[in-house]
């Protein structure tokens, strides 16, 4: 039996997500209470065995598309489906994209009976490769499973007299983002959107923003994000200069230990190049395009890269479906375009 999404709280939701174990972060209250910020709306599916947030934003003419980031939670999803077509349909969803929080290969029978009627989406919003660090581990077993350069630079950080502390300084965070954007030539989401995603989360002691400085002087910063036993490196940002002291190497660190520290098992570092694990050791020297850069930074660290599950994707509305498609083809070949 489902019960209806008007008695889904935030309250409610989250009290039934502790019945699970493993919850992604983006199936939260406290992510849909974020994303409220920029548009999107939360709907809840609670089931007997498996629940669902859906976030729906509206768009012109009273249409709407419909996502579900890294859920459903639980198992045996298929008793959840019809009343998601249901909403999805009263909110006229052009589509529903389905993110499990699930790592290939999948099975045939998740495929057959999780999840019927959809079609596979290689197109996700949530990176599809990541590396995962067992933090069960003791701090001195994980330091020992990093790369020899990796532990040299973190005890260089230390020796050279690099402090990390936990700050709420957002807008030195911000400033040093805007570096770092510019430095590696990836987009940034305006102040607002880290400030309220901090907000949203650090109340309640689900994440944390590390300093790294050097004589009182801000060198780097790392927000990293916390639920269950599982934690996420989302954003991090140095500044160009000072580089030599190696500052976000211990502010990763520190980051692992206060995960460690706060009960996670596992830590997330959230984005590598979607390629298998023989060409991103083959090619990670000589490329810096993209994601490059940041694996090079990451696999220092050690842990298992692990590939996500694609998306998956029910249509309401195939024809304006096929124009957005359309679309988002030329938003990849064209990033500088319009929007």
Avoid at 34 to 41: I, V
Avoid at 305 to 318: E, G, H, L, S
Wanted: with cysteine; proline share 5%; net charge positive.
């Amino acid at each position: 039996m489902l019960k209806t999404p008007a008695a889904l709280t935030d309250a409610a939701w989250n009290e039934h997500l502790s019945q699970y174990a493993n919850v992604h972060l983006l199936q939260t209250a406290s992510w849909a209470k974020f994303k409220q910020n920029f548009g999107w709306s939360a709907v809840r599916i609670q089931g007997d065995t498996a629940a669902a947030q859906v976030l729906l934003r509206s768009l012109p003419l009273g249409f709407s598309i419909a996502y579900l980031p890294k859920g459903p939670v639980g198992e045996n999803w298929q008793p959840l489906w019809e009343q998601v077509d249901q909403i999805c349909r009263a909110h006229k969803a052009i589509f529903l994209q389905v993110e499990p929080d699930l790592a290939e290969p999948l099975s045939p029978e998740i495929l057959r009976d999780w999840l019927p009627g959809f079609q596979v989406e290689e197109h996700t919003i949530q990176p599809r490769r990541t590396i995962l660090i067992d933090l069960a581990q003791t701090e001195e077993e994980i330091l020992a499973g990093m790369k020899q350069k990796t532990r040299y630079n973190i005890r260089l950080a230390e020796r050279k007299g690099v402090r990390v502390e936990v700050t709420r300084n957002l807008s030195g965070f911000y400033v040093l983002m805007q570096k770092t954007g510019s430095r590696d030539g990836f987009a940034l989401h305006n102040f607002i959107y880290y400030q309220r995603v901090f907000e949203a989360f650090e109340p309640a002691g689900k994440c944390v923003l590390l300093q790294a400085s050097y004589e009182n002087l801000p060198l780097a910063y790392l927000m990293v994000f916390l639920n269950q036993d599982r934690s996420w490196y989302f954003y991090g940002a140095s500044d160009d200069e000072s580089r030599n002291l190696m500052p976000t190497y211990l502010l990763q660190w520190e980051a692992i230990r206060w995960s460690k520290a706060h009960g996670a098992l596992v830590y997330d570092l959230w984005g590598i190049p979607d390629y298998n694990e023989n060409l991103l050791e083959r090619d990670f020297t000589n490329r810096s395009d993209g994601l490059w850069g940041v694996y090079r930074f990451k696999r220092g660290f050690g842990g298992q890269v692990v590939r996500n599950a694609p998306a998956f994707i029910k249509v309401y509305q195939p024809l304006i479906y096929r124009a957005y498609q359309k679309w988002r083809k030329r938003r990849q070949a064209d990033p500088d375009a319009p929007s």
